[in-house]
T-cell receptor, first 113, second 114 residues
Framework: KQEVTQIPAALSVPEGENLVLNCSFT??????LQWFRQDPGKGLTSLLLIQSSQREQTSGRLNASLDKSSGRSTLYIAASQPGDSATYLC????????????FGTGTRLQVFP | DAGVTQSPTHLIKTRGQQVTLRCSPISGHKSVSWYQQVLGQGPQFIFQ???????GRGNFPDRFSARQFPNYSSELNVNALLLGDSALYLC?????????????FGDGTRLSIL
């Protein structure tokens, strides 16, 4: 059974810091991995999708890497800003039912001025 | 283009009642999925529909049902509501059911059971 874990559960950093969020999964037979952002009380905003054949994806100040063999992905946020404050979730398709996304419990990020 | 839209945004019900939540996918998207997110947890998969057919069902009781219409919009129905059904219900759409397609989520319906 695929399980997704995110560490740390919460993170508080001063503005301007570069930071790394971690996502681990137990079954390496994944098709892709998606990172989402969720603001309080809101839905999910897709940030990056990494296909299983890719090692990383970049969008602006965000860079996500994928290492299937070790079951890990990292989301790197450069020069953090207060507007980056949100919960960040990673998700992978269930290997036995790829229509179903399995989510981690998220990392709650606070960037203070 | 409009994103995934869900209605209503908030809903308050009492135990035993029934509720219907609605979702309109992004234009051109034929796949719709429903997720339940309890406070402090990641979303849990409930259903997926593609071309009006159910393609996947999560570990939820039969009180939960859904359908997809010819215009690809979808409804989620929950009967005999329990306190534990209080959650944010999220709808996601994607172009097809191919696993390389990203899923795009709406803002959800916040359901509170009294």
């Amino acid at each position: 059974k695929q399980e997704v874990t995110q560490i740390p559960a919460a993170l508080s950093v001063p503005e301007g810091e570069n930071l790394v969020l971690n996502c681990s999964f137990t079954d390496s037979a994944i098709y892709n991995l998606q990172w989402f952002r969720q603001d309080p009380g809101k839905g999910l905003t897709s940030l990056l999708l990494i296909q299983s054949s890719q090692r990383e994806q970049t969008s602006g100040r965000l860079n996500a890497s994928l290492d299937k063999s070790s079951g890990r992905s990292t989301l790197y946020i450069a020069a953090s800003q207060p507007g980056d404050s949100a919960t960040y979730l990673c998700a992978v398709p269930d290997p036995y039912n790829t229509d179903k996304l399995i989510f981690g419990t998220g990392t709650r990020l606070q960037v203070f001025p | 283009d409009a994103g995934v839209t869900q209605s209503p945004t908030h809903l308050i019900k009492t135990r035993g009642q029934q509720v219907t939540l609605r979702c309109s996918p992004i234009s051109g998207h034929k796949s719709v999925s429903w997720y339940q997110q309890v406070l402090g947890q990641g979303p849990q998969f409930i259903f997926q529909y593609y071309e009006k057919e159910e393609r996947g069902r999560g570990n939820f009781p039969d009180r939960f049902s859904a359908r997809q219409f010819p215009n690809y919009s979808s409804e989620l129905n929950v009967n005999a509501l329990l306190l534990g059904d209080s959650a944010l219900y999220l709808c996601a759409s994607s172009l097809t059911v191919q696993s390389n397609q990203p899923q795009h989520f709406g803002d959800g319906t916040r359901l509170s059971i009294l």
